[in-house]
């Protein structure tokens, strides 16, 4: 089982950043994959998720700039982000669990190491 996020980077403010995230195939098959940011401390924000079925859903800061997708050959999660802010540059994980899709971040079974995202103003 393991999750592997790329894709971060340096990028102005209002620029766009695609994020990665490559799942091995036991994760893949799991109900509900997410990003998730580091927003203080230890705690993690959910940003998108995505279920099987291939509903998604989004906080509401990033509502209209965020998609996140998946695609099944390549067992890829993406997070597409446009309209970047200066506070957006933090952490950002892609997550995966089993049943329920909920924004609890203690939920989730499986974690990547991280990205890095920079905005500059």
């Known amino acids: 089982v393991q999750l592997t996020e790329s894709g971060g980077g340096s990028v102005q403010a209002g620029g766009s950043l695609r994020l990665s995230c490559a799942v091995s195939?036991?994760?893949?098959?799991?109900?509900?994959m997410a990003w998730f940011r580091r927003v203080a401390g230890e705690e993690r924000e959910g940003v998108a998720r995505?279920?099987?079925?291939?509903?998604?859903r989004y906080a509401d800061s990033v509502k209209g700039r965020f998609l996140i997708s998946k695609d099944r050959a390549n067992k890829t999660v993406y997070l597409q982000m446009n309209s970047l802010k200066p506070e957006e540059a933090i952490m950002y994980y892609c997550?995966?669990?089993?049943?329920?899709?909920?924004?609890?971040?203690?939920?989730?079974?499986?974690w990547g190491q991280g990205t890095q995202v920079t905005v500059s103003s």
């Open positions: 997550a995966a669990r089993r049943w329920a899709c909920t924004w609890d971040a203690v939920g989730f079974s499986y």
């Open positions: 995505l279920r099987t079925d291939g509903r998604t």
């Open positions: 195939f036991n994760t893949f098959s799991s109900d509900c």
